[in-house]
């Protein structure tokens, strides 16, 4: 691969050769920053001040903390891109195994067409906020045509293209933040009929400070397939703080615009909202939910077609992209707008895969050192001990889960302890990383 956007990208999930290696840390900036310019950053800071009960003056220091924790995760992630030079989900078999990964690669590969669909239906019901006579299912498969040429062409392409969209989408994003603001003391005065100004409840803030932190450190099982061709000599730290600060910074300022919107529209229709609190600016920014969608979905798509690569899947690059699209857009068309929150709701459940599984792969890389090139490409078929951690993990978070749906017992059953808030992906996280290191650290 020469390093020239409108080249076809080659390789898949194969190790990059240091004579194919190019770009500089600054591009994992520009990527991030775009990604998370989307209509869920959006959505977050809504339901910020109408649905968890924070004023938006309350909710601030809490998004900050969150995306800056969630963030944190994509950039350790990221880092690793360049040195290993392989896909986040391949790196992971040096931790699990060959096959051993094949559980985690799946549910990557499921998490990543199902967002796909979500922002796909979002697309689709943006385009006919601003255009209501076109056909909505028309509107999906433009929007999915453009999105796979995007992956088909892959990596090189993908950063192009989002770099153009951080401009693109930060000034569209700037102009309706920038609506919110003037407005300000309005906003700051909305008082949410669950909340209260004086002082916010531990389970508000706990449920806000775990939707923040949740969204953005879910990008981590896609972080090095946007930093595995950077120079073996990149800066790791460089490339942690690029992401980092591209991710949390579009994240927050996102949900700060969503929050404003919110308290001073105070509705739950989206799209009509923030048209009709845009005024003038309604197109340029309804028009600003579809290119971030298609943003997101540049990624969700071209991950997915790796994780379908790391099952072992003989198939090229494209094909993967092609049939995960097709897959996404099936998924579309039967759903629908009216399963929408249907999907979002199992994608948040979904999610509670990711922390320990980090928890783990960070310990692995970053602590013990044990993930190398070598570890990865050669990697034992099983990995049991770590699989079996992986599952205590999951089981002992179980009880402080509050997932969007109710499950029944045991699930959320010791959530009362932080005001009924999902703490349950930091406890996960936490007890891989400790129940792991102890582990290895008992093997020598």
């Not at 040096?94 to 239906?121: A, D, K, Q």
Request: charge should be neutral.
């Amino acid at each position: 691969m020469s390093g020239s956007a409108a080249t076809i990208e080659e390789l898949g999930i194969e190790h990059i050769p240091e004579d194919q290696r190019h770009g500089s840390a600054g591009r994992v900036f520009t990527l991030w920053f775009a990604a998370n310019l989307t209509i869920a950053d959006y959505v977050i800071g809504v339901l910020c001040v109408l649905a968890f009960g924070l004023t938006v003056y309350q909710s601030i220091p809490v998004l900050i903390l969150g995306n800056a924790l969630g963030g944190l995760m994509l950039g350790l992630s990221a880092a690793m891109g360049p040195r290993l030079g392989f896909p986040q989900m391949l790196s992971s078999r040096s931790s699990f195994g060959r096959r051993g990964n094949y559980p985690l690669g799946g549910l990557n590969w499921i998490s990543t067409i199902g967002w796909f669909t979500v922002n796909t239906i979002l697309g689709g019901e943006a385009v006919l906020a601003i255009w209501p006579s076109f056909n909505f299912y028309a509107a999906m498969i433009l929007l999915v045509a453009l999105q796979v040429i995007i992956a088909v062409y892959g990596h090189d392409f993908i950063h192009l293209f989002e770099k153009i969209m951080s401009l693109v989408l930060g000034g569209l994003f700037l102009g309706v933040l920038l609506l919110g603001l003037a407005r300000l003391d309005a906003a700051l005065s909305f008082v949410p009929a669950n909340g209260s100004a004086a002082a916010a409840s531990f389970g508000s803030i706990g449920v806000v400070l775990a939707v923040s932190f949740s969204y953005i450190m879910a990008w981590s099982p896609y972080a090095s397939d946007y930093s595995r061709y950077l120079p073996v000599s990149t800066s790791g730290r460089r490339v942690a703080l690029y992401a980092l600060i591209g991710g949390a910074t579009a994240s927050f300022a996102l949900e700060l615009a969503g929050a404003l919107v919110g308290s001073l529209t105070q509705s739950f229709d989206y799209f009509q909202a923030l048209k009709t609190f845009s005024g003038a600016f309604g197109v340029p920014a309804v028009v600003a939910i579809i290119l971030g969608a298609m943003a997101a979905n540049a990624l969700n798509i071209y991950t997915n077609s790796l994780s379908a690569l790391v099952l072992d899947v003989k198939a090229k690059r494209w094909v993967t992209v092609l049939a995960g699209s097709l897959v996404g857009l099936a998924l579309s068309i039967i759903g629908g707008a009216n399963f929408e929150s249907f999907y979002e709701n199992f994608l948040l459940i979904l999610d509670y895969w990711i922390t320990p599984w980090l928890g783990i792969v960070l310990v692995d890389y970053y602590v013990l050192r044990r993930t190398t090139v070598e570890s990865s490409a050669q990697a034992p078929t099983w990995n049991f001990p770590a699989l079996g951690i992986y599952g205590l993990a999951i089981l002992l978070s179980v009880p402080f889960m509050v997932p969007p749906t109710s499950i029944g017992s045991p699930v959320g059953l010791l959530s009362g302890w932080f005001g009924g808030a999902d703490f349950s992906y930091y406890i996960s996280f936490a007890l891989a990383a400790v129940f792991y290191y102890l582990f290895r650290k008992s093997r020598h």
